[in-house]
């Protein structure tokens, strides 16, 4: 990255890693790495930068401290903001599509909501045994878009549904069952470094790019169509329930949320 676009960056850090045939995007805003709107602008300007950045065979996200995120911001997906935050976050997810760089997620202690999702986009996780995965997102009355297309791609109708609708914990094992994360490690990213100067960097980046276009191709096409889909679903309808603000608020407030199921 260019000195001054590191300079900019407030809740991430941008390091070149695998003789700078990789980047490694570190999301730091420990304890919670939430991913609010400032964090989501530092990764999705990181990402067009990349555009610029043909020899990047590799694209790792990473965090700081004992969590890799809590995930989304809740505040700014109630009332206002909610439309706002949607738009941002399915805009880092196209950002990647576009960019077409295989991603990896290395992942310790929680991992959940937004982050998780993220996680869950990337070609290959490599998980800590302290890994814990989750949708919590049903516990607040509400439903995770990019979860509800990249998860049935990824692990099958079933699995995605235990996931989505009972938004319990999955440990890093049960996940690596499941299809969800690749490598358990208690050292994750040094396997995953290992791995990736054996599999990726002696490969042509431009090969990478179009072999990942073409193997992703009906994933990225029903991401790219379902996704604005849910997001309406999001906005004009479950956001008009009254569970669904009562959720949110309930979380914000710290008590225990009172649903009429309606």
Known sequence: MTSATTKAMTKIKVEPFLDEQGVRIVLHAPPGNVLDAVMMAEISATLDELRTRPHVKVLCF???????????????HV????????????GMFERLVALAVPTVAV???????????????????????SAIFAQPEIQLAVFAPVAAVVLPCKLGQSRADDINLTGRNVEASEAKVMGLVDVVAEQPEAALEEWARRELL????????????????????????????????????????????????????KRKPAFTDA
């Open 62 to 76: 990473a965090a700081e401290g004992k969590h890799f995120s809590f995930g989304a911001s809740v505040e700014e």
């Open 79 to 90: 009332g206002e903001h909610a439309a706002g935050m949607l738009r941002a976050f399915g």
């Open 107 to 129: 992942v310790q202690g929680r991992c959940l909501g937004g982050a998780m999702e993220l996680a869950a986009f990337c070609n290959w996780v490599y998980a800590a045994p």
């Open 202 to 253: 002696p490969k042509s980046a431009a090969a990478l790019r179009f072999a990942n276009r073409a193997s992703r191709f009906a994933f990225n096409q029903r991401l790219g169509t379902d996704l604005r889909a849910l997001e309406r679903m999001y906005l004009e309808e479950l956001m008009h329930t009254h569970d669904a603000n009562e959720g949110l608020a309930a979380f914000l407030a």
